[in-house]
């Protein structure tokens, strides 16, 4: 990968929109998970809003469980980027949702930023793009401060990740759900199941997965709780710093 320019990142994104969300349960009944609104706005959106301000230029959506009202939201509403669709049939697990939908992309020899569907944050992505391409491994992924105890990720001291789910004490960073990768790991994503104990498990084993920390405000919507932590977080804060 050649150097980036300053200010440079990725212009292509997937993010996988196909969870069930059952600990959301009754919000999901009529939608999936990443259409559950937060502060009136569903997190995807948010996630599309962000892509946008930080360059991104396309965003294929792996979607699944009601994927009907993915498409219906994105067809009645203005937005910021291109954005495609690629609906499973049948649940392929995030390795697959992933795989698939990153064969879609429109850029098939340039790095692409994945993430979960259920993350609400916002920071640098040209920052994140400079530290993949400065540390030349194949897969970059960011760590946050959890919000809740939880398993934690450990790195060497070159940055590289050892391990993503430690047994040791909580850590004070874990898995965000925010990735980079090069255009090659698509090969190495399964057709089916997830991407960790397969994909992440490989390149941790061949130092090519480098951890890259925020400090910023960061959510994984999973229950009821998350989701109310959330918006009551976001209404004390100036709009400005809002993710």
């Not at 230029?57 to 980027?81: C, F, M, W």
């Not at 960790?196 to 709780?225: C, E, F, H």
Request: hydrophobic letters at 40%; aromatic letters at 6%; a negative charge.
């Amino acid at each position: 990968m050649a150097d980036a320019e300053y200010g440079a990142t990725a212009c292509q994104a997937v993010v996988l929109a196909g969870g069930f969300g059952q600990r959301l349960l009754p919000l999901t009944r009529d939608r999936p998970k990443a259409m559950v609104e937060v502060c009136g706005t569903p997190i995807l959106r948010r996630q599309i809003n962000w892509f946008a301000e930080s360059g991104v230029e396309h965003v294929t959506i792996a979607a699944g469980h009601l994927a009907a009202v993915i498409i219906d939201y994105l067809e009645s509403h203005k937005l910021p980027l291109r954005v495609e669709v690629v609906v499973e049939e049948r649940p392929l697990g995030r390795g697959g949702g992933l795989k698939r939908s990153a064969k879609a992309l429109p850029y098939p020899d340039e790095p692409w930023l994945a993430a979960y569907g259920d993350i609400c944050t916002c920071f640098p992505l040209a920052d994140m793009y400079a530290h993949h391409v400065r540390h030349g491994a194949s897969a970059t992924v960011a760590l946050a401060h959890p919000t809740r105890p939880r398993a934690g990720v450990e790195c060497d001291e070159r940055g590289r990740v050892t391990t993503l789910e430690s047994a040791r004490p909580p850590s004070p960073r874990v898995n965000a759900g925010i990735y980079l990768f090069d255009p090659d790991v698509i090969g190495l994503l399964p057709d089916e199941g997830d991407h960790v104990p397969s994909t992440l498990a490989r390149l941790i084993r061949s130092r090519q997965l480098v951890g890259y920390p925020v400090d910023v405000p960061w959510w994984a919507v999973n229950t009821s709780r998350d989701l109310a932590d959330l918006e009551r977080e976001l209404d004390g804060r100036p709009s400005a710093h809002r993710v």
